[in-house]
Every structure is written in C-alpha cells, then in structure tokens.
C-alpha cells in the first residue's frame, strides 16, 4: 500500500529550508516566484514513489539539452518549444533536490550531475540559437552561438572553480558576505549591473525567453532580424559579464 502523501508544511520545512531559499545564489528567482510552488506539489506524490533524484536529475539534463534541438525547428513553434523545454528544466531542477533532503538521499554524484547539466542545458540552447540564426543567413551566426556558448560555460566554471579552489586549500564554501568585492569602485559596478539584471539574460530560462520574443517579432516582420539581434547580445553581454565575473572573484574574499 502506498504511504500517504505528506502535508505541505513539513515538507516545505525539510525541502525548500530558508537558508537555500534566501540565499543571493542559492535560488533562480523563478523559482522563488512561482516554480518551487508547482515543484512542492509534484514532490509530495513523487516522495511516495520510487523515483530517485538521480532520476529526475537525469530528466532536467534531457530537457535542457532539448531545448537548444527545438531552436533547430523553424518559425514560432522552436522558440515556443524551447521555451517550454527550459520550464520543465527548472521544474525538474527543483523537484530533485526536494526529493533528495525529503528521502535523505543527496549525493556527490548528483550534485555533479546538477552541475553538469546546468551546463550542457545553456550551451546547448546558445548553439542551437547560432545555427537557427544563420538558417537562410551567414554561417557567421553559427559562430556567435558558439561563442556566447563558450561564454556562458566559463561563467559557470567560474563560479564553481571557486568551491574547488576553496575545497583544495581546506577551507569551508564561501558564503554571501566573502562574493562582496573589497574595491568600492568594483563594489559599486557590480550593484549598477545588479539593479539592471543584465547578467540574468546568461541563463538559459531568461535567454530561452528572449528567443522566443524574438522568435513573434520575426513572425510579425516575416524576417529574422530580432533573433540575429537577440543571438548577438546575448553573446556580448555574456564575455561582458565572463570579464566583470572574474574581477569580482579576484577582488573579494572568496579565494582568501
């Protein structure tokens, strides 16, 4: 017989815990806005079952990667698609982890795993925005997918390479207050780039989004002149923040 379902309170208190939920870093805003309120939901039927994190974790890696192959249909329906592949890829990166601390089943290996398809989702949504921007175009927008890719990937690495780094000297993970940069004029950039949210559009959800806006205003212009613009910025915007990224790391506390 199968167990009954927990309540939604004492599983929010075990599987989304304040600390991860407040937490600058710790949590996508979409998350925090509506997704971990669907996700909760979905976990407590999944916690009855026998679905492991890996599992789910597995789904969130195939979705993500999905995503950059449904660029490859043309007009309004690849960018719809992609999209929506980029949601269930958030819905899946939550519910994981709440199936995780709910069947204390973390492990490394799926926190690797996580990582790992967080990057193969955003690369692969950059490349396949590159080669759905050069169809009928030059082949030259196949390579700016591919650098926004690269991008976004050393991005990434960036950040993680500070655990690793961290880890290898023996010391514990950094927390909110080590990532403030100790120069007022870096501190000051990093909070004009913040209140902008600029950085946000290096994410696969919001860059997904904005494929798709580009995707109906080429629908409405019957051209392909928002995605080619669209593909660039988000290429630009991304080795902006690789630079700006890197100087924050080197001039906060996190590497000391």
């Known amino acids: 017989m199968m167990a009954s379902a927990p309540a939604l ?26 997704m971990r309120r669907i996700s909760l939901r979905a976990t407590r039927q999944l916690v009855r079952t026998r679905v492991t994190p890996d599992a789910l974790t597995w789904s969130m890696v195939v979705c993500g990667i999905a995503s950059g192959f449904a660029l490859l249909i043309p007009n309004l329906a690849g960018a719809l698609l992609a999209a929506l592949l980029f949601q ?9 982890g709440e199936v995780a601390r709910w069947k204390g089943q973390n492990s490394a290996a799926g926190i690797y795993l996580d990582r790992l398809g967080a990057y193969l989702a955003d690369a692969a949504l950059m490349v396949g925005a590159g080669i759905r921007a050069a169809h ?19 991005l990434k690495a960036s950040t993680d390479l500070v655990d690793v780094a961290r880890a290898r000297r023996g010391l514990p993970v950094a927390d909110d207050e080590a990532a403030r940069p100790r120069s007022a004029g870096i ?29 109906v205003i080429d629908t409405i212009i019957n051209g392909q002149g928002a995605t ?7 290429a630009v915007i991304t ?14 506390s996190r590497l000391r």
């Open 9 to 34: 309170a004492e599983l929010r208190e075990v599987c989304q815990p304040n600390a991860k939920m407040q937490s600058r870093n710790g949590e996508h805003w979409a998350g925090r806005l509506y």
């Open 88 to 96: 269930l890829f958030l819905f899946f990166d939550c519910v994981d």
């Open 136 to 154: 009928g175009s030059s082949a030259l927008w196949v390579s700016a997918g591919l650098t926004a890719a690269l991008g976004i990937v050393l």
């Open 187 to 215: 501190a000051s950039a990093r909070r004009l780039a913040s209140a902008f949210k600029i950085h946000r559009i290096t994410n696969g959800i919001e860059a997904s989004i904005v494929l798709l806006a580009a995707a």
């Open 228 to 234: 080619h613009v669209a593909v660039l910025a988000i």
């Open 239 to 252: 080795w902006v923040m690789v630079i700006a990224h890197l100087t924050s790391i080197l001039s906060s």
